[in-house]
Every structure is written in C-alpha cells, then in structure tokens.
C-alpha cells in the first residue's frame, strides 16, 4: 500500500512558479513510477507528468508543459516534486500526485493517488 499527500498548491500570478510536494508512505513507493495529473475545472483529468523510480530516472511530460514544469523524486526521502515555472492561467487545476507500474500517460497505469492540491494562476 502506498498513501500520497500533495501540498504547494496555491494562488500565484502568471508568469510565476510553484513547487508542489507529494510525501509517500509505503515501501512500494521506491519502487514505483512517480506521476503528476491535473484536472481543471468541467474537464477530465489529463496527464502532466511521470518520472520513472530511479531518482535520476527517465521522465515523460505533456507538451502543454514541456520546458516549464520539472518532475523529480528523492528516494531516500519518499518525495516527489513538482517545479511549475511560468505559469499561465491554464495551468489553473487541482494537481494529482501518483504511484504506479510503468511510466506512461495513462491513468490506468497509476494505482495510488493522493487527495490533490489546487493551483489557481491569475491572468
């Protein structure tokens, strides 16, 4: 079993930066494929991005986000990180910490999820 909770969610101004964290519980974490999703308002939850379970390991990111959001873990910790720069007002949703088997897009891929944390970005 692994539990996520996220946190660093919060109101910031275009062009500004967030970091979210998401601290897991469980041996599994370790192991497992690290994964951020966002769900924005009236829209279905959609991949941001995935890093595989080497700290230092092979990350994905949808293109919306590519050279602005970096995706990192630290094993030794049970953390994951989430460094949002320049963000844009379509960047406003709820952000989803994740735990799964491979590292994909694919929500069916993640097994765990924690309780999400909202990032709101004024225009």
């Known amino acids: 079993q692994v539990q996520l909770v996220e946190s660093g969610g919060g109101l910031v101004e275009a062009g500004g930066s967030l970091r979210l964290s998401c601290a897991a519980s469980g041996r599994f974490f370790s192991s497992a494929v690290m994964g951020w999703f966002r769900q924005a308002p009236g829209k279905e939850r959609e991949f941001v991005a995935a890093i595989s379970w080497r700290s230092a390991g092979v990350t994905s990111y949808a293109d919306s986000v590519k050279g602005r959001f970096t995706i990192s873990r630290d094993n030794t910790k049970n953390t994951g990180h989430l460094q949002m720069n320049s963000l844009k007002p379509e960047d406003t949703a709820v952000y989803y910490c994740?735990?799964?088997?491979?590292?994909?897009?694919?929500?069916?891929?993640?097994?765990?999820w924690g309780q999400g944390t909202q990032v709101i970005v004024s225009s």
């Open positions: 994740a735990a799964g088997r491979a590292l994909s897009i694919s929500q069916d891929s993640f097994d765990y």
